[in-house]
């Protein structure tokens, strides 16, 4: 099964040889502390760390930028109207309209996080296949209900996806969803719906047999054996206090309020 997270997996970069356990803790643990820092002057070390593991990562710079994108569009309709409307002291004006520091203040705290957790998330996700990787919360203690639920979730989006197109393909070619016409006009509403409807059917039926081929072939018995413990380098549990350390020092530091 060919996923498509697992584009850059095979680079061999240091963090992709980090044990996925502790690489799991250590960047989890700084994306905590990055969501909870609340001082400006905390910003550059927390964007110097944030840069310095994804330069680290050996992962190509379209490989976030193309990630970060539709995030972006989507914060920047959150954010953009603070500056006009939250704060008192105002740094310009302009007849009716003002800009507050304020508000400026917490765009540049807000879009600086969100910058931050979004790309520690894409290393741990871009440097550890996704198969290694649900293993890990498994072995962490996530239900594998859960863990099993995800793979199978993610696995057949790209079939749904795949129908989908192939079902409009053949609505055009009978006349329908024109390409002279908007997406959401009001006149394809009832094919949209149509076309809805017998893919969640189709969908709700391929589970079924999924599900019973899985059966078959042994899902939900207990395991005879364990797969063998993973080996620990003393170079990963280093990486792992150091990130813990780290962690701990923003929210300490955020939380005591030095700087201020």
């Known amino acids: 099964m060919t996923l498509v997270v697992d584009s850059y997996v095979e ?8 044990e996925p356990r502790c690489k799991l803790i250590g960047l989890m643990s700084l994306v905590f502390a990055f969501a909870f820092v609340q001082d400006l002057w905390l910003l550059l070390p927390m964007l110097l760390v944030t840069i310095t593991l994804y330069k ?3 992962l190509p710079i379209s490989f976030l930028l193309q990630r970060l994108r539709y995030p972006s569009f ?7 109207l603070l500056p006009f409307f939250s704060g008192r002291t105002i740094i310009w004006q302009w007849g009716w309209l003002s800009i507050y520091r304020e508000g400026c203040e917490s765009v540049v705290l807000i879009a600086s996080r969100f910058f931050s957790v979004l790309t520690i998330a894409l290393i741990l996700t871009g440097t550890t296949p996704f198969l290694t990787l649900l293993q890990t919360l498994r072995s962490l203690g996530l239900s594998p209900i859960l863990t099993d639920m ?3 979730t993610y696995r057949y989006l790209h079939d749904i996806a795949g129908n989908f197109a192939t079902m409009r393909t053949a609505m055009r070619l009978r006349g329908g969803d024109r390409r002279g016409q908007p997406w959401f006009h009001w006149q394809l509403l009832p094919q949209f719906a149509i076309l809805t409807g017998t893919l969640l059917i189709r969908s709700y039926e391929q589970s079924e047999r999924v599900y019973q081929a899985m059966r078959l072939r042994g899902y939900g018995l207990p395991k005879q054996s364990g797969s063998p413990e993973p080996a620990h380098g003393r170079g990963s549990f280093i990486a792992l206090g150091v990130s813990l350390v780290v962690a701990a020092g923003f929210v300490l ?7 201020r």
Do not use: N
Not at 11 to 18: A, I, K, N, Q, Y
Not at 74 to 80: D, E, K, N, P, T
């Open 150 to 152: 995800t793979l199978l």
């Open 74 to 80: 989507f914060l920047l309709g959150i954010v953009a």
């Open 11 to 18: 680079r061999d970069s240091w963090l992709h040889m980090w």
């Open 253 to 259: 530091v955020g939380h005591g309020g030095w700087g």
């Open 56 to 58: 680290i990562s050996k």
